[in-house]
Nanobody, 128 residues
Framework: QVQLVESGGGLVQAGDSLRLSCVAS????????MGWFRQAPGKEREFVAA???????????AYADSIKGRFTISKGDNENTVYLQMNNLKPEDTAVYYC??????????????????WGRGTQVTVSA
């Protein structure tokens, strides 16, 4: 089991920036992906961004088309933290943002069913 805790959400205006953080604790894996997903009211949870970890493979990232060029996913100085820098936020970015881990996945996966542990989410609200 991995515990994931997100933080950094809030209420901002369109065009503002936020940085979300996710800290993982508990069981560790030699290679895995960490991702951000979001769920807006009345909509299904959707992929936002992902990044992979391993000792023998270069880091790779993946992004949803809707946020490409505005959001950046990155690792912290330790392997337990991942960030989502969100710039030029739009009202349509309003959602609960979830952090998740996909153990033993080598790529920056966007596949929902590969993620086994999830945080409780942090609310991001963007006003027009």
């Amino acid at each position: 089991q991995v515990q994931l805790v997100e933080s950094g959400g809030g209420l901002v205006q369109a065009g503002d920036s936020l940085r979300l953080s996710c800290v993982a604790s508990g069981r560790r894996f030699s290679w895995y992906a960490m991702g951000w997903f979001r769920q807006a009211p009345g909509k299904e949870r959707e992929f936002v961004a992902a990044i992979n970890w391993s000792t023998w493979r270069d880091t790779s990232t993946a992004y949803a088309d809707s946020i490409k060029g505005r959001f950046t996913i990155s690792k912290g100085d330790n392997e337990n933290t991942v960030y989502l820098q969100m710039n030029n936020l739009k009202p349509e970015d309003t959602a609960v943002y979830y952090c998740a881990i996909a153990p033993r996945v080598l790529t920056a996966s966007s596949l929902f069913n590969q993620y086994t542990d999830w945080g409780r989410g942090t609310q991001v609200t963007v006003s027009a």
